[in-house]
């Protein structure tokens, strides 16, 4: 199985290179008009920029996958500071087009947990199709939307899951066809399980983003690693790529839903090894808190296993 592994927003190991700054609605209504539309561009001209830096080091490293921040562009759904964010950053977005294709990164973006779905007030379903269409415009913006996953959570299950999940399947038609089209579904780690989240996604053709970490903190039932892994993997069939996990460590047996500093290898090796039964190619996420620095040492990790080969910086044949 050749896996391929990517981090999450921002590279620790390069200087002030965080892609997320933002401005906050209290400052914004401090600035007059002039002033505020200057700062919110020079800060999202920032953030792209941060955003190719990280880019030309995940190339350096030969790291295949890449999550892009949500926070590129601040206040770009506030509904009293909403802006044209795409306008006057046309050069940013076309150097980040051509570096994306010109090396394959294979791109994906996460929208916030109030992203959701399931909620009986319309104002949060509708607010959740403005974020989704952010995020699908942003990658469009770049050229890359066709090339790049936005994933979510089913959401929330207000007491009653089934009801919860009748929204879900009714609020999920007010999304454009081309932004649910770049979809993926993450399973829980307290909510919706592997299978509940599974089912949704073959119901909708939607693919699983499945999270290992999440399913070892709520697992299903009736349902194994066995049973979900095949139908997981399915989901992915027509999307021309491989399938792909979310994979973190515990912090500690007291707090397990928190995720580690780094990737623990005793914890992730019998998924790995479970997994190679089902596919030949895998991409894997990492969601560390040490991100870039927890992939370089997981990666050099499973090159001493026995029967695992490095095939570049990023990728390992299992």
């Known amino acids: 199985m050749l896996t391929s592994f990517g981090f999450v927003s921002t590279a620790l190991n390069l200087y002030e290179a965080s892609p997320a700054k933002t401005m906050t609605y209290a400052t914004y209504q401090k600035r007059d008009e002039k002033e505020r539309t200057a700062q919110l561009l020079a800060i999202t001209k920032n ?47 076309k150097e980040i087009e051509k570096l994306v294709k010109k ?46 996953y936005i994933n979510i959570h089913i959401g929330g299950a207000y007491g009653d899951k089934p009801s919860a999940l009748e929204r879900f399947y009714e609020n999920i038609k007010l999304l454009p066809s081309d932004v649910k089209a770049r ?56 999307t021309g790529r491989p399938p792909k996990v979310h994979l973190s460590s515990p912090k500690d ?12 290898l005793d914890y992730v090796l019998p ?25 370089l040492q997981l990666v050099g990790e499973l090159e001493k296993v026995r029967g695992f080969k490095r095939m570049s910086g990023g990728t390992i044949l299992m």
């Not at 490293?61 to 909403?82: C, D, F, G, N, Y």
């Not at 199709?129 to 790049?148: A, N, T, W």
């Not at 047996?253 to 623990?264: C, I, L, Q």
Request: glycine share 2%.
């Open 103 to 148: 090396h394959n990164i294979r791109t994906s973006m996460h929208p916030n947990q109030y992203t959701l779905f399931t909620s009986p007030r319309k104002e949060v379903t509708l607010n959740a199709v403005k974020d989704m269409q952010y995020h699908y415009d942003l990658l469009k913006g770049m050229g890359i939307e066709d090339r790049s």
């Open 253 to 264: 047996e007291k707090a397990y839903r928190s995720h580690h500093d780094f990737v623990s």
């Open 47 to 93: 953030n792209l920029e941060r955003t190719l830096r990280v880019l030309h080091y995940c190339i350096a490293h030969e790291l295949p996958l890449h999550r892009m921040s949500s926070s590129i562009v601040p206040l770009a759904t506030h509904p009293e500071a909403a802006w044209d964010f795409l306008k006057e950053t046309k050069k940013e977005c």
């Open 183 to 238: 979809m993926t579904l993450e399973n829980d780690d307290k909510t919706f399980t592997t299978q509940e989240t599974l089912e949704v996604c073959e119901n909708e053709g939607i693919p699983l983003m499945f999270d290992y970490h999440h399913y070892m903190a709520n697992p299903d039932d009736n349902g194994s690693l066995e049973e979900l892994l095949p139908r997981f993997v399915k989901t992915w069939e027509n």
């Open 271 to 295: 998924f790995f090894k479970l997994m190679s039964n089902y596919t030949d190619e895998l991409d894997v996420m990492i969601e560390a808190k040490q991100k870039d620095r927890a992939v």
